[in-house]
């Protein structure tokens, strides 16, 4: 098994995205700090609509992830990185 968090950091390092605008996350959920060493791992991740948090305010970063928690950020990962495809599709215009 693997965390939320950990394998967002793996996901990630591995696409080599750039956080998609510069609006500040840290305070998105009420369990991931800034300063946390996967605080910039899921503020990426939210600027791109690859992660939602649940419906108390949490991301739960030491949860186990799911298959399909980790298949939806991959699917948007490949179809939003310009290392794979040559362009970004904004996450607004899919019809997931």
């Not at 996350?25 to 060493?37: K, M």
């Not at 910039?40 to 991301?59: H, I, K, P």
Request: proline letters at 5%.
């Amino acid at each position: 098994p693997i965390n939320r968090a950990e394998a967002l950091k793996i996901i990630f390092l591995a696409s080599k995205l750039e956080p998609f605008d510069d609006i500040d996350y840290s305070d998105s959920f009420s369990d991931v700090r800034q300063g946390d060493w996967f605080e910039e791992y899921v503020s990426s991740a939210l600027s791109y609509e690859f992660v939602e948090g649940y419906g108390d305010n949490t991301f739960r970063p030491g949860q186990s992830i799911t298959r399909a928690e980790a298949s939806k950020i991959v699917l948007f990962m490949m179809i939003s990185n310009p290392h794979v495809n040559g362009y970004v599709i904004p996450v607004e215009d899919l019809d997931i």
